[in-house]
């Protein structure tokens, strides 16, 4: 039996924190209020940029875990009833707690998670579930030196020219999109299969993500602090800033095989194991409308005005406080499914499925 890596699992967790960070600079209204080319701005975007690859890590972890194994709908099945307890739940009882702030259109809409796109990443990733199958089969069946191949030229087509083309070329939706998380997966099964670059040292890992980051957040402020108006022509500041940039998607590679070679102690591997299933729930959560709106939309623009040391205490703060608060929740609803073997009754249930139409055949 296989040996649970903690290592991938804290960084589930580490990048749930990061998306927090992203949410709270942006959405919470900080970088919009700093003083263009201040202190305070350069150093929020910075701390932008180092949490800007979280959600590559996620798109490359689900590749590098579950290359080998076969998708199962009983899975699938689950988060979307996780999905759907959180719309359905929290639309309801804002309507009744606070009487017009959600009427009959939006608690009927709530029904239909996946058609009303309720958070971005979970309607690409639901859609991805099902071209599993075929992405397993390239990865663990095509030889290492085709498959070198095909993902130097994913790497190319869909992240180096895009970004030096400065046009979304292949209609990535800058990553928001279900062909960018596919061709993450791709790209984090290779890793996890032959082991790529798992012979670079932690130290030096840290160092590519540490220079990614500055390149990345470097050519912003540079092109910012030029200003040149024939320049802007071609380019604006955040082009390395994205999800599909080089820097952000090297970043996150080496990210994920730091984490990857990281041997936790046996209490880091029971936190680790307490609070990786609510991971995904934190983002469920925060991101449904009510609570966007209400605990993240504009409330941190305030922060803009203290100085850098205390603005980046607070925006990491704020942000470990909402992943404790939406963890805990979550682990509540984990555990009630526990209690229900919601998982259990939708495996027995496959199984019968999957058994009946081996029998018709």
Not at 60 to 66: A, Q
Not at 290 to 302: D, E, L, P, T
Request: aromatic residues 14%.
């Amino acid at each position: 039996m296989e040996k649970r890596n903690y290592g991938i699992d804290l960084l589930r967790i580490g990048s749930m924190l990061m998306v927090l960070i992203l949410h709270v600079l942006g959405a919470g209204g900080v970088l919009g209020a700093a003083d263009k080319l201040s202190l305070n701005y350069e150093g929020a975007w910075l701390l932008e940029t180092a949490a800007y690859c979280a959600v590559n890590c996620y798109g490359l972890i689900s590749g590098y875990v579950g290359w080998k194994s076969k998708p199962k709908y009983a899975n699938i099945v689950l988060l979307w009833l996780q999905v759907l307890l959180y719309s359905v739940g929290i639309t309801v009882l804002f309507a009744l707690i606070l009487p017009g702030s959600a009427g009959g259109t939006e608690i009927l809409k709530s029904f239909f998670p996946v058609l009303n796109n309720y958070g971005w990443y979970f309607t690409c990733y639901f859609a991805l579930f099902f071209f599993m199958p075929a992405l397993n089969h390239v990865i663990g069946t095509m030889a290492e030196k085709d498959l070198k191949i095909l993902c130097g030229s994913l790497f190319a087509l869909l992240s180096v020219l895009p970004t030096a083309a400065m046009q979304d070329i292949f209609q990535l939706k800058d990553g928001y999109s279900v062909l960018w998380l596919a061709a993450l997966y791709l790209w984090g099964g290779c890793i996890g299969r032959f082991g790529w670059f798992q012979k670079i040292k932690k130290r030096y890992l840290a160092l590519i993500y540490g220079g990614c980051v500055v390149v990345s957040w470097g050519a912003k402020y540079a092109l910012e602090l030029w200003n040149n108006p024939w320049i802007s022509q071609f380019t604006y500041p955040e082009v390395l800033i994205r999800y599909k940039s080089p820097t952000i998607l090297i970043s996150a590679a080496a990210l994920l095989i730091l984490f990857a070679k990281i041997n936790l102690p046996k209490t880091g591997k029971t936190i680790v194991k307490f609070l990786s299933p609510a991971a995904f729930g934190v983002y469920i959560v925060h991101m449904h409308p009510q609570i966007w709106n209400r605990i993240i939309v504009g409330k941190y623009a305030s922060l803009a005005t203290e100085n850098l040391l205390l603005l980046t205490g607070k925006v990491l703060l704020t942000a470990v406080i909402l992943y404790v608060i939406l963890s805990l929740i979550d682990l509540i609803r984990h555990h009630l499914f526990r209690w229900l073997k919601i998982k259990e009754k939708l495996v027995s249930l496959e199984r019968r499925i999957l058994s009946g139409k081996k029998e018709t055949l």
